[in-house]
């Protein structure tokens, strides 16, 4: 059913991309570029937090999730026919049925004028699987300590802070990236071991200069 299609679109697109999501819920065909990865968060049609716009690079959360939004563009795209103006996520479509009850048949050709239904839509999921529910803004978390975990330098970790909108890493760290009591441990003791020689740690710290100096420019 396309109700069932959208529903698991719009999990894995926030995945892929952390969107929030009122901007999930805004977002239009002309928003997302499947050959470059990415989506455009453009403040004029879509409802960003602080009318803000910036370019969303999918973020690394495996290929299988990709695929989802990707076949979901591609099915509205050719099977669908819609055009750029037209919604990624289209409402539910609901008429009054036989019985005097409202009914849901299908997509409407129209976005969703808030976020309820996209919050709607993850709580049902989580209950469907019998899980403890989680709502859209904890996949943000989830993406903030993901970077925690594989970004590299602080120039990976700056480009992974921009990619979810923030223009200052301190965001990031602030807002996401609380370290729970068991890793806090686990990364102490691992500090213990020198794991960098001098002119490592030197680099090291000429980079972090050199990204503050950015940062603050």
Same mark, same amino acid.
């Given at each position: 059913?396309?109700?069932?299609?959208?529903?698991?679109?719009?999990?894995?697109?926030?995945?892929?991309?952390?969107?929030?999501?009122?901007?999930?819920?805004?977002?239009?065909?002309?928003?997302?570029?499947?050959?470059?990865?990415?989506?455009?968060?453009?403040?004029?049609?879509?409802?960003?937090?602080?009318?803000?716009?910036?370019?969303?690079?999918?973020?690394?959360?495996?290929?299988?999730?990709?695929?989802?939004?990707?076949?979901?563009?591609?099915?509205?795209?050719?099977?669908?026919?819609?055009?750029?103006?037209?919604?990624?996520?289209?409402?539910?479509?609901?008429?009054?049925?036989?019985?005097? @009850?409202?009914?849901?048949?299908?997509?409407?050709? @129209?976005?969703?004028?808030?976020?309820?239904?996209?919050?709607?839509?993850?709580?049902?999921?989580?209950?469907?699987?019998?899980?403890?529910?989680?709502?859209?803004?904890?996949?943000?978390?989830?993406?903030?300590?993901?970077?925690?975990?594989?970004?590299?330098?602080?120039?990976?970790?700056?480009?992974?802070?921009?990619?979810?909108?923030?223009?200052?890493?301190?965001?990031?760290?602030?807002?996401?990236?609380?370290?729970?009591? @068991?890793?806090?441990?686990?990364?102490?003791?691992?500090?213990?071991?020198?794991?960098?020689?001098?002119?490592?740690?030197?680099?090291?710290?000429?980079?972090?200069?050199?990204?503050?100096? @950015?940062?603050?420019?």
């Amino acid at each position: 059913m396309d109700i069932e299609k959208r529903n698991r679109a719009v999990i894995a697109f926030t995945l892929l991309t952390g969107a929030r999501d009122n901007a999930v819920a805004s977002m239009q065909l002309k928003h997302i570029d499947l050959i470059q990865g990415k989506i455009i968060q453009d403040a004029r049609q879509v409802r960003t937090k602080f009318s803000k716009s910036f370019p969303t690079y999918f973020f690394p959360v495996g290929e299988d999730v990709r695929a989802i939004v990707e076949d979901w563009v591609t099915f509205l795209r050719e099977e669908r026919l819609w055009g750029l103006d037209d919604p990624i996520f289209p409402a539910t479509r609901v008429i009054l049925g036989s019985e005097h @009850r409202f009914e849901a048949i299908g997509l409407d050709r @129209r976005c969703w004028s808030n976020a309820t239904p996209i919050r709607t839509i993850f709580k049902e999921a989580f209950t469907a699987a019998g899980l403890t529910y989680f709502n859209p803004h904890s996949f943000r978390k989830t993406l903030a300590r993901l970077g925690q975990e594989i970004c590299k330098s602080p120039e990976d970790f700056k480009a992974w802070s921009q990619n979810l909108g923030h223009e200052s890493v301190m965001t990031t760290f602030a807002s996401y990236g609380q370290v729970d009591m @068991r890793r806090q441990a686990e990364i102490i003791r691992e500090l213990e071991r020198p794991k960098v020689s001098q002119a490592d740690a030197a680099e090291m710290l000429r980079k972090v200069q050199e990204l503050v100096g @950015r940062v603050s420019a």
